[in-house]
């Protein structure tokens, strides 16, 4: 993408990125575009308007696709006191007796 701005927004955006504000051009411009996408939201929601879908999946969606992927026979091998003695499975520690 090419992006043509007037030479004192261009100059402004230079001097910002030697003063050690932004990495690069490209990093200013990023925050710019974001800055510029959360105005919209903001309009967007003032006018009364839906919200636009989110374009990622919500993260229980991307849990259940691994999970999906994973053969029932490797979640068989998993320990059934897992959450009881996590301690134990993570660290090593010694096993806890039992909780009734």
């Not at 043509?4 to 411009?29: K, N, R, T, Y």
């Not at 490797?74 to 096993?95: C, F, M, N, R, S």
Request: hydrophobic letters at 35%.
């Amino acid at each position: 993408m090419t992006i043509h701005l007037p030479p004192h927004i261009e100059s402004s955006i230079q001097a910002a990125v030697h003063s050690g504000h932004f990495a690069s051009v490209d990093d200013a411009m990023t925050e710019a575009a974001c800055l510029l996408l959360e105005r919209l939201k903001q309009e967007q929601i003032q006018a009364g308007q839906p919200e636009a879908a989110p374009t990622h999946k919500p993260i229980w969606e991307e849990f259940e696709e691994i999970a999906a992927s994973i053969p029932n026979g490797e979640w068989a091998k998993l320990p059934v006191d897992g959450a009881d003695q996590h301690d134990h499975y993570i660290y090593g520690t010694p096993k806890r007796p039992p909780t009734p």
